[in-house]
């Protein structure tokens, strides 16, 4: 809850909204009864929590009951809009809220099971409210697609379960796909020289404007995550493999990986030296590493 100062609107809602009498009766005036048959209005409870941004107190205001649908938790939410003008985005802020209602009970319950949320808005403006409560609309003439398709399952590509010759059947999408597939296996040396072969096909284009990005992209990906064993050979491949690509770029991964070691041997000095009790301070002086670095050691 805000500790801004509530409007006479939120003050009086609110205060109405704790009878029991008047929270049931509107309840059971204005539930759908697909609802009402899933919920028992004699166990709901009014949550402390509000979900509106501050700057929008003033004229919006909310209130949250705790619930069951068919004994699983879940809420009804009540939005009480009281601005002179009628908003037409109402149905995405409600998506909002109710999103922001949803991770809180996660992080309550530590559960992974999403909550039913019921909303109302109770709508006391100046003039009949204008504008469809349906979140669709909002979309114009594609509300029919959005309908069709934003309430399904979305569509999962799980690289584990492809196998590496279906990936290499795109184009121009494999090498990047194998590499993310393979980035954690023991050797990447393998999976780079399938990938080698596979950015010389797109080469072929002459699109050098794409390719040459995209393979530096990936090659400073695996450098920085994966498993190299032989740093000499992986240069030494890529040369070979990869007549197109900028010297200066393959030397660069060559410094990066230089300066990699040194930061790495500048942490294990100065975890050496903590342990021998030397100040922070001093620790920062010798090895140059920012007093945020030599902290995340100490954890």
Do not use: C
Request: charged residues 30%; aromatic residues 10%; hydrophobic residues 40%.
């Amino acid at each position: 809850m805000s500790k801004n100062r509530l409007s006479p609107h939120d003050r009086f809602i609110r205060s109405v909204f704790t009878n029991p009498k008047v929270v049931r009766e509107f309840f059971e005036a204005n539930l759908p009864e697909k609802v009402k048959e899933a919920i028992d209005l004699n166990t709901i409870e009014p949550q402390k929590e509000s979900f509106i941004d501050d700057k929008l107190k003033q004229q919006i205001s909310d209130i949250l009951f705790a619930t069951k649908f068919n004994n699983e938790e879940g809420y009804l939410y009540v939005l009480m809009e009281h601005a002179s003008t009628p908003d037409k985005m109402l149905p995405l802020r409600l998506v909002k809220y109710m999103s922001a209602i949803v991770d809180q009970h996660l992080k309550k319950s530590e559960s992974n099971k999403l909550p039913i949320i019921y909303p109302l808005v109770l709508y006391t403006g100046q003039k009949p409210f204008p504008y469809s409560t349906d979140l669709f609309e909002l979309y114009g003439a594609n509300k029919d697609l959005a309908r069709g398709i934003m309430g399904r399952p979305y569509k999962l590509v799980d690289l584990t379960q492809a196998s590496d010759e279906d990936l290499k059947k795109y184009f121009w999408f494999g090498a990047a796909a194998l590499i993310a597939k393979h980035i954690k296996d023991p050797d990447i040396m393998p999976t780079l020289k399938v990938a080698i072969d596979h950015f010389r096909k797109i080469e072929s284009l002459g699109e050098k404007q794409y390719i040459e990005e995209y393979i530096y992209v990936t090659l400073s990906y695996i450098v920085e995550a994966a498993e190299i064993k032989d740093k000499e050979a992986f240069i030494e491949t890529i040369r070979k493999g990869l007549t197109e690509i900028n010297e200066e770029k393959i030397m660069t991964l060559a410094e990066q990986w230089k300066q990699e070691g040194l930061q790495q041997g500048k942490l294990e000095i100065a975890r050496s030296m903590m342990l021998k009790g030397l100040d922070t301070q001093i620790i920062m002086e010798v090895t140059g590493l920012t007093k945020e670095q030599v902290s995340e050691l100490i954890h």
